[in-house]
């Protein structure tokens, strides 16, 4: 028996990173997965290997929504989950950052969220209820240099998350947000430096003392997905190895 037995779920940003994570874990737990991105190749690679259904999905898109949602009932019949977990990530100083950049990112991370919430919600509705597991970031929950378009994103997603699960619940369908530290995935690590290597930088940050792997935030991301966390929602869990716990002095 997996967790997700019986389920159809909908993972955007699923090409690479923690979203591949999220896919290949619920589809081990059972879960018919629908892989959503713009990486194309490489997200039609891990679908096909998962038996999973690849589309094309640019998340800043509401036509691409509605023919994703179409593309997947078509293939499996209903939707029953969704992790909205494609983001994109730049850094810049506030007062130097573009505004076609600052756009760019509320276009990706906070509207894409939004479409996905209502695109898909409806849809969960009829099947009698369901999930939605919003991406936000420790970022979301405290400030950090550089990152001020992004921070600014994510703070917006937990304030998507906690009205969706007021709205929502009603309707079966519970929402909350993981809310990532430093994990290792191309968006922190784009050289794709050994991650123990990476550690040593984190030891100094973080009290577990190394960076976080994208398996660990797909557990997470399944716990909010499946029934062990059934009375729960409107909430961010952090999953930073202890970083927004507090600075060390000594
Ligand atoms: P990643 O860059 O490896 O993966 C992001 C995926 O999203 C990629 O496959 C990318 O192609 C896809 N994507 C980007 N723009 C898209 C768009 N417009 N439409 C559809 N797909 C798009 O990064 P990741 O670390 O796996 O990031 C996943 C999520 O986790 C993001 O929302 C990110 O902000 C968040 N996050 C990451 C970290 C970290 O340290 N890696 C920390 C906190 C939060």
Redesign the pocket.
Known sequence: MGKLDGRVVIV????????EQEARLFSAEGARVVL????DDRGEAVAKELGGLYVH????DEAGWAAAVGAAKDAFGRIDGLVN?????RFNELVSTPLEEFQQIVQ??QV?AFLGIKTVAPEIEAAGGGTIVN?????ALTGMSYVGA?AAT?HAVLGLTRVAAIELAAKGIRVNAVC????D????NPDGADPDALDGLYRQLVPLGRVGR?EEVARLALFLTSDDSSYITGQPFVIDGGWLAGVSVL
């Open positions: 955007t940003g699923a090409a690479r990173g923690q979203g959503a991105d713009v990486l999905l640019d998340v800043g977990n494609a983001g994109i990530l990706v991370n894409g991406t936000a970031s420790y970022t992004y994510k990532p530290g430093a994990v995935t191309p968006m922190s994208p």
